[in-house]
């Protein structure tokens, strides 16, 4: 089994600064890493996947993550946020090896970091 | 392209009383997966229909069952209410075969206020 843990609940930063949301992962297997974002009151939206290969993943909305499998993380960060960017963003895994058919595509997500930008 | 939808948008239900909630995958997508996102928590995953049978469940009881139609399209159907089933129930599409990478696409979701 796999479990997220999204070490902020609250991240208040202001308008033009950077932000680093962080994201911790366990997994016996090998995972598949997102991000997504929730606007008030509407469905998730994918910012970035990781799947394999360059452990830097560049995502819409001038967003990143990296993957950092030795400390099982995988961070988003924006190097200048604006107001539009105050959303609900969620850290999930799925497992990465694929047995069969319709098996491994189950996200687990972590409780959310609620990105507040101030002006 | 249209991507998942979801219906309705918002329902309220009383308690003890049974609710259906349909959802339609991205065009293309043949895997449907159900998650319950209660407020202020992250979604969790109730469970995943592939060629019109459940391949894997969460932790949810038996009252909650689904469906997946030829067409790939959905229902999740929960039984005998509670007030704790309020929450925000979101639709999941993607590809179910190995291989086809790992996008999956939420709906709009539906909520449920259960009185």
């Known amino acids: 089994a796999q479990s997220v843990t999204q070490l902020d609940s609250q991240v208040p930063v202001f308008e033009e600064a950077p932000v680093e949301l962080r994201c911790n992962y366990s997994?016996?297997?090998?995972?598949?890493l997102f991000w997504y974002v929730q606007y008030p009151n509407q469905g998730l939206q994918l910012l970035l996947k990781y799947l394999s290969g360059s452990t830097l993943v560049k995502g819409i909305n001038g967003f990143e993550a990296e993957f950092n499998k030795s400390q099982t993380s995988f961070h988003l960060r924006k190097p200048s946020v604006h107001i539009s960017d105050t959303a609900e963003y969620f850290c999930?895994?799925?497992?990465?090896?694929?047995?069969?058919?319709?098996?491994?595509?189950?996200?687990?997500f972590g409780s959310g970091t609620q990105l507040t930008v101030l002006p | 392209d249209a991507g998942v939808t979801q219906s309705p948008t918002h329902l309220i239900k009383t308690r003890g009383q049974q609710v259906t909630l349909r959802c339609s995958p991205k065009s293309g997508h043949d895997t449907v997966s159900w998650y319950q996102q209660a407020l202020g928590q992250g979604p969790q995953f109730i469970f995943q229909y592939y060629e019109e049978e459940e391949r894997q469940r969460g932790n949810f009881p038996d009252r909650f069952s689904g469906h997946q139609f030829p067409n790939y399209s959905s229902e999740l159907n929960v039984n005998a209410l509670l007030l704790g089933d309020s929450a925000l129930y979101l639709c999941?599409?993607?590809?179910?075969?190995?291989?086809?990478?790992?996008?999956?696409?939420f709906g709009e979701g539906s909520w449920l206020t259960v009185v």
């Open positions: 999941a599409s993607s590809l179910g075969h190995p291989g086809a990478g790992n996008t999956i696409y």
């Open positions: 997994s016996s297997v090998s995972v598949y």
């Open positions: 999930a895994v799925s497992r990465g090896v694929e047995i069969s058919s319709g098996s491994a595509r189950q996200l687990t």
